[in-house]
């Protein structure tokens, strides 16, 4: 693909997948435009905190120059990790050392803002959610979004999360529930206000596990802890477990009876939760092995193509690596078909390989004899 490539690329979703796709496409003179359904860069949280790889989150970053400008946000002791059980009992206690700089931490907020601060001006079209697309042939595809836009691309990128709107165009796959829900609370300024949960959490994070639920917390920056109060129930369970999840109050004690028995420390973290919003989140998957057959013109990147549970770490960093992958693969091909061909196999093939690791972290994590298998689980993932 030639310098300065007149290609109209149409990227479907500003999330880390698609920010990456187009830094990376302007950096070799490429011009795509982002369609993002949300209103503005701040009309939402962002969450938690990314451990980000060597071999993926870190080398997208490094590929894409912001790597010594995440350095400055990143925070390398986060990567400490402390494993429990419901009584408290600690299983694993790991700190890192102070010139162990392999594995920083980010706030997905700041790795948001690093990424979108790169685009050029004007690059993401806030607020346009794509409706529908249909092919007009010849690898071209029509996009109309929901505020009355329309706009004809050559390439679509389908970087639109887990319900991706491009993803039908490829392949008939639909997510599928993980058997898991997680909620997600906050504590703000924990060091002052909360001091012991401060220090029940370290620098890090903490995994408390036992009966098929869950306790997660991580440290983010600035003083705040995010909460992840997790459970193995069916699908349906938000609604019929009859806790009001917009009532603080009440869904403090709703939650705070399914941890009846749990160490007093522990459930200490839903008792002092801050009152915003009880964010649910049930986890979906899509097929492990989920692949389709090459069409022109359009292809997808991140979760839009192998969404999986949050249990081993991956799909945000999976997300940026294709989102590099991509673009090495239409600079190297005259052939843009070829080119989407060669970057789809050998996501596929990534992908799956995180998808099993991340299955079987989740099927020991929210587990009956959990936290028994976790340490060996944990131990393999970071090899
Ligand atoms: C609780 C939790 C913790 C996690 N922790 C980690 C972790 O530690 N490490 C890790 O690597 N991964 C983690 N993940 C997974 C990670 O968040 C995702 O894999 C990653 O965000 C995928 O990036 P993406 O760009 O593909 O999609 P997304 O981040 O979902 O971005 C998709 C974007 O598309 C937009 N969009 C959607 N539909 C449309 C539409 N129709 N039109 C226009 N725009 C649209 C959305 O608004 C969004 O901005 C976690 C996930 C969860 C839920």
């Known amino acids: 693909m030639p310098e300065n490539s007149t290609l109209r690329i149409a990227i ?43 071999e993926s989150g870190q080398h997208a970053l490094q ?11 990143a925070r390398c002791e986060a990567e400490d990790f402390r494993l429990l059980d419901k009584n408290g009992a600690v299983y694993m ?3 890192t050392s102070p010139d162990d700089t392999a594995h920083p931490e980010i706030d997905r907020g700041a790795l948001r803002d690093l990424l979108l601060n790169s685009l050029q001006p004007g690059t993401i079209r806030w607020g346009h959610r794509l409706q529908t697309i249909i092919s007009l042939g010849g690898g071209q595809h029509k996009l109309y979004f929901e505020n009355g836009h329309t706009d004809i691309a050559d390439l679509v990128v389908g970087a639109d999360g887990a319900w991706s709107r491009v993803r039908p165009l490829v392949s008939d796959a639909i997510p599928t529930y993980a058997g898991v829900t997680m909620l997600e609370i906050c504590i703000k300024d924990v060091d002052h206000k909360h001091p012991s949960i401060s220090r029940l959490i370290g620098r890090g994070s903490m995994f408390a596990l036992s009966e098929n639920k869950g306790l997660l917390a991580q440290r983010n920056g600035e003083g705040n802890i995010l909460i992840y ?6 699908e349906d369970w938000l609604h019929v477990c009859g806790i009001p999840f917009d009532q603080p109050n009440l869904a403090r004690s709703g939650l705070l009876k399914l941890f009846a028995g749990w160490n007093h420390e522990l459930t200490d973290l839903i008792r002092h939760c801050d009152d915003n919003t009880f964010l649910t989140r049930p986890l979906y998957t899509l097929p492990i092995d989920h692949s389709w057959s090459t069409r022109s013109g359009v292809t997808l990147l991140g979760d839009a193509a ?22 090495h693969a239409i600079r190297q091909s005259n052939d843009l078909i070829r080119a989407i061909s060669s970057y789809e196999q050998a996501m596929y093939e990534r992908a799956a390989a995180a998808a099993k690791e991340t299955a079987d972290s989740l099927a020991v994590c929210i587990a009956p004899d959990a936290p028994h298998r976790v ?7 970071r090899q």
């Open 229 to 234: 109060p997790t459970f193995r129930v069916p």
């Open 375 to 381: 340490i060996e689980t944990i131990t393999r993932l």
């Open 306 to 327: 192998h969404l999986m549970t949050p249990f081993a770490g991956k799909g945000a960093n999976l997300a940026m690596l294709d989102a590099v992958e991509l673009v």
């Open 63 to 73: 590929q894409a120059g912001l790597f010594s400008q995440f350095l400055d946000v």
């Open 12 to 54: 479907i979703g500003g999330g880390l997948g698609g920010l990456t796709l187009a830094r990376m496409l302007q950096l070799h003179g490429i011009h795509p435009v982002i369609y993002e359904r949300e209103p503005s860069a701040s009309s939402r949280p962002q969450g938690g905190t990314l451990d980000l790889h060597v």
């Open 93 to 95: 206690d790991e700190v």
